[in-house]
């Protein structure tokens, strides 16, 4: 199982950013792959989850932190995971992770998650205050 972030960077306060994540592997269309958060000095929070389309019934979840301004979702043919934030807050600044079990979990589970048994490397988002 590996994962592999990327899209992070700086961006200001209000602007957008979308985060990848490229899953090889293992058949990631059977698996819910989530997106979990870590600030310094902060514990790790729980973003966003992607059900399986194929498994399960496709559904997302989101914290209420990111509900309305975040939107996850796949694309099977490519193993990738999207997760597309728009108007970006001081407090979004963490590493996000992109991740998932190491058996099939084809759900999330009825939310999100900050526990798995794969993450990648992460990237960094900076939202300067």
């Known amino acids: 199982v590996q994962l592999v972030e990327s899209g992070g960077g700086l961006v200001q306060s209000g602007g957008s950013l979308r985060l990848s994540c490229a899953a090889s592997?293992?058949?990631?269309?059977?698996?819910?792959i989530g997106w979990f958060r870590q600030a310094p000095g902060k514990e790790r929070e729980g973003v966003s989850c992607?059900?399986?389309?194929?498994?399960?019934?496709?559904?997302?979840y989101y914290a209420d932190s990111v509900k309305g301004r975040f939107t996850i979702s796949r694309d099977n043919a490519k193993n990738m995971v999207y997760l597309q934030m728009i108007n970006l807050k001081p407090e979004d600044t963490a590493v996000y992770y992109c991740?998932?079990?190491?058996?099939?979990?084809?759900?999330?589970?009825?939310?999100?998650?900050?526990?798995?048994?794969?993450w990648g490397q992460g990237t960094q988002v900076t939202v300067p205050s």
């Open positions: 991740a998932t079990d190491g058996t099939v979990r084809p759900g999330c589970d009825g939310g999100v998650r900050t526990v798995y048994d794969y």
């Open positions: 592997g293992f058949t990631s269309e059977r698996y819910a």
């Open positions: 992607i059900s399986s389309s194929t498994t399960s019934d496709g559904s997302t």
